[in-house]
């Protein structure tokens, strides 16, 4: 079992960062592959970022490549997304998601654990 608790979620005005936290517990952190999710209002969850248990792979979804970043810290057990340039359509409840074996682009069928989430707004 893993358990996967966000942080980090807040009010942010068009044009600046957050950075949203996701620390884990459980089985090794260190193995597993972790990603992004998020989901507006009326729409569908959707992948947002990945990176590998080594960190050495990451992936982004197009909508926001260039602006996000995805990292961690293994010795904390945590995942990190950056976000910068935020835009109105990047408001959303955000989601942690772990799964054993990395992929480039994730399924929300694909995941083993989900966090409860942290949510971001972004005002015009």
């Known amino acids: 079992q893993v358990q996967l608790v966000e942080s980090g979620g807040g009010l942010v005005q068009a044009g600046g960062s957050l950075r949203l936290s996701c620390v884990a517990s459980?089985?090794?952190?260190?193995?597993?592959?972790m990603a992004w999710f998020r989901q507006a209002p009326g729409k569908e969850r959707e992948f947002v970022a990945t990176?590998?248990?080594?960190?050495?792979?990451?992936s982004y979804a197009d909508s926001v490549k260039g602006r996000f970043t995805i990292s961690r810290d293994n010795a904390k057990n945590t995942v990190y997304l950056q976000m910068n340039s935020l835009k109105s359509e990047d408001a959303a409840v955000y989601y942690c998601?772990?799964?054993?074996?990395?992929?480039?682009?994730?399924?929300?069928?694909?995941?083993?654990?989900w966090g409860k989430g942290t949510l971001v707004t972004v005002s015009s």
């Open positions: 990176i590998s248990w080594s960190g050495g792979r990451t």
């Open positions: 459980g089985r090794a952190f260190s193995s597993t592959a």
């Open positions: 998601a772990a799964r054993l074996q990395y992929s480039s682009m994730w399924d929300t069928r694909e995941v083993d654990y």
